[in-house]
Antibody, heavy 124, light 112 residues
Framework: QVQLQESGPGLVKPSQTLSLTCTVSGSSISSGRYYWSWIRQPAGKGLEWIGRIHISGNTNYNPSLRSRVTISVDTSKNQFSLRLNSVTAADTAVYYC????????????????WGQGSQVTVSS | DIVMTQTPLSLSVTPGQPASISCKSSQSLLHSDGKTYLYWYLHRPGQPPQLLIYEVSNRFSGVPDRFSGSGSGTDFTLKISRVEAEDVGVYYCMQSIQLPITFGQGTRLEIK
């Protein structure tokens, strides 16, 4: 059974960097068969795709966040990580990591599974 | 970005009655490979979203057959034939044909 689990600080000060890690079990990040993604949900709002990484090192980010986001992977720990710089209160959200397969044309398919989510609050 | 528009934003349904959610995309989700990249998720309170339907009409593993998806191009529908109490939550449509991946605003389903 594939499981993903987010971890990281629940409170980040404004202007600082939000850092989260997603630990994957039951599936090898190195297999190359999936994108590994981050998605967030601000309180009372909908879902926002943040970005994704493939083991090849290829990354794609939402243009709305691209200047502040970095997603990386650590194959030795079977983890991937999110860094979001210069955070503000607008970055307060539940952050999810998720696995997504892709077609031979590189198109992502459905996100499954998802981690349980990690609440991150930006406040001084 | 492809804009996904869901209607209604909320609905209240009596158990055993049907429910229907519409999702319209600002661009066609039909790829040259013949697949249409439209997905449906259910986000139950306190849980992560779960995949219900992939590529318009395919039920994901373990999803009850009371859930069905249909549509093409830019217009899509999720139907629940007989709503049960466990169906409460927020339903999202999502497109992945073009980056950034985008979601609809969500439709909140409650039980009467």
């Amino acid at each position: 059974q594939v499981q993903l689990q987010e971890s990281g600080p629940g409170l980040v000060k404004p202007s600082q960097t939000l850092s989260l890690t997603c630990t994957v079990s039951g599936s090898s990040i190195s297999s190359g068969r999936y994108y590994w993604s981050w998605i967030r949900q601000p309180a009372g709002k909908g879902l926002e795709w943040i970005g994704r990484i493939h083991i090849s090192g290829n990354t794609n980010y939402n243009p709305s966040l691209r200047s502040r986001v970095t997603i990386s992977v650590d194959t030795s720990k079977n983890q991937f990580s999110l860094r979001l710089n210069s955070v503000t209160a607008a970055d307060t959200a539940v952050y999810y990591c998720a696995r997504v397969p892709f077609t031979i044309f590189g198109v992502a398919r459905g996100f499954d599974p998802w981690g349980q989510g990690s609440q991150v609050t930006v406040s001084s | 970005d492809i804009v996904m528009t869901q209607t209604p934003l909320s609905l209240s349904v009596t158990p055993g009655q049907p429910a229907s959610i519409s999702c319209k995309s600002s661009q066609s989700l039909l790829h040259s490979d013949g697949k249409t990249y439209l997905y449906w998720y259910l986000h139950r309170p306190g849980q992560p979203p779960q995949l219900l339907i992939y590529e318009v009409s395919n039920r994901f593993s373990g999803v009850p057959d009371r859930f069905s998806g249909s549509g093409s191009g830019t217009d899509f529908t999720l139907k629940i034939s007989r709503v049960e109490a466990e169906d409460v939550g927020v339903y999202y449509c999502m497109q992945s044909i073009q980056l950034p991946i985008t979601f609809g605003q969500g439709t909140r389903l409650e039980i009467k």
